[in-house]
């Protein structure tokens, strides 16, 4: 009963934000229903058509179908071992209500039980939303009966207790080593590392071959690469063998499997709750324990004369200096550069690898084709990165907001500062990515100065918007700015951003393609024809002007109203 008494105020903040929290908490629980659904809709989609792809393909479709699950519970199980550790240190380490509940009369291992199931259920429930429609095509292009729904809620279940269990030890043991907001630090920097040379590693293998068989040198050849056998011992292989036999006539035993996964389900339980037994008390009092941040200890060795200096005058400047070194001090801010460092190598490499010389399309045609739609994948790229610095950007003030509003200092130019300190790397970012792939590519002259300019004038509006939408939902109180951007705020503002950059696109799309085909057949417009170019173009200024405009005046007001 006190396991359950302790796990009440997470079912009761639950309950109350989406019953009790008025119009707003319903228009938000709404408009995240409408897109889960969506976004499960899409996903089976795509699921579907390639298991229906495959099923064409004769002697290799089911081997195709066995190693794509394969790989959705290896990708799985690899995302529920790293997403329990980092909760894991905030459910049993970090959270801010430990420090009541470690004084009541409840013992270690109520505390534990209850903090595995929170873990459990905050750790998983994201793996859950991307398997239902994942699993739903598989038995529905594979015909499969009732039992096969029944064995897969037998394989989830022991899967995630399995993770989850692996994730809360090795947190436990981690914990001894480090302090756990030291843990925390190295852990994230361990993990982009580990990220960024996975990346490398599968993009490099060029996996698109797999599915190419003039790739390979015989169908023997190809034919042994698709039959090679998973290794044995991960829990991907045993979720695997549990529920092939389930869609396709099988000689191995799914129950024999299911067994095996829920005897190291809870073996690995009972394990866990002994280790954090053992260790948990001590590794809560060393939790406590607080250290300098690595950033922070390589910008104490420059010396003062040769750290930048901001002038004394300037609200703007000195706000924008502020910004760098709070950015440079948190170490899940700086950190992520490496990440974004190896998205543009990655994304680079693809454009660099592409197979033009195959296509029936002339070359010419096809290159500047990409071209003008690499301008709105880049404009997505920027505002994936734009919701997880742009738009925390105001949230990241936390605590200490309440000095600006105590400060001789406007909102306004509170807002335009961030607005300023963001601009220019995002530029930065924009420019590289347009150029290096117009250079890769190699297309005309148009193509080359349009897509930089208009990367250039759509990089204002990702700007404006992240910082306005984040002034009109800011998050203050979060523990961690990470969670801020995957809030409701987060989400209405990559809705937005998306369709901004494909307002530009679409505006852009006709004159691109009227110039373009002038220059290839040498023609001169016509009188419509720059009418029409003339009134895209200025329509395009419109929207651009006004993505910048709109959010950050609509910001600004309601933060000045901010009353916390």
Known sequence: MKVLTLLAPRWWGFRNGLFFGGRRSLIKAGSLLALAVGFWVGIYVIFYRVLRYFQAV?????????????MVYLTFFGLLIFSNVLVALNTFFLSQDLEIIHATPVSIGEIFAARFLDTLVESSWMVLLFGIPIFTAYGLVYQASFVYYL??????????ILAAALGITLTMILVQVFPAQRSRD??????LLVIILLFFLFRFTRPERLVDPDAFASVITYFRALSAPASPYLPSSWASEAIWP?????????????GFLWVNGLASLVVCAFVAIWVYPEGWSKSQESGRLLAGRFLGLVPKRLRPRTPRRSQTLSLMGKDLTFFFRDNTQWSQLLLILALIVLYLYNYSVLPLDGVKVPTFYLQNLIAFLNVGLAGFVLASIGVRFVFTAVSGEGFSFWIMQ????SMRRLLWSKFLFYLAPLLLLGLILTIATNELLQVSALMRWLAPI????????????????????PNFKAENVTQVATGFGGLLYMILAMGFIAMVVVLEAGP???LFMAQARHH????????YVGGSIFLMVLVNIAAVWLPMRYGIRKLAAYEG
Do not use: C, H, N
């Open 524 to 531: 001169s417009l016509s009188f419509f024809q720059w009418l």
């Open 406 to 409: 105590s400060a001789p200092l």
């Open 151 to 160: 064995g897969l809620v037998s394989v989830i279940v022991p899967y995630l």
């Open 512 to 514: 691109v393609y009227i």
């Open 58 to 70: 004769e002697e290799f479709g089911d081997l195709l179908a066995y190693k794509l699950l394969t």
């Open 246 to 258: 389930l869609l396709r006539p099988s000689t191995v035993s799914s129950g024999f499997y299911q």
């Open 454 to 473: 208009t990367i250039f004038s759509m990089v204002f509006g990702i700007t404006a918007l992240g910082v306005g939408m984040g002034a009109v939902f």
């Open 186 to 191: 190295i852990l994230f920097l361990l993990s």
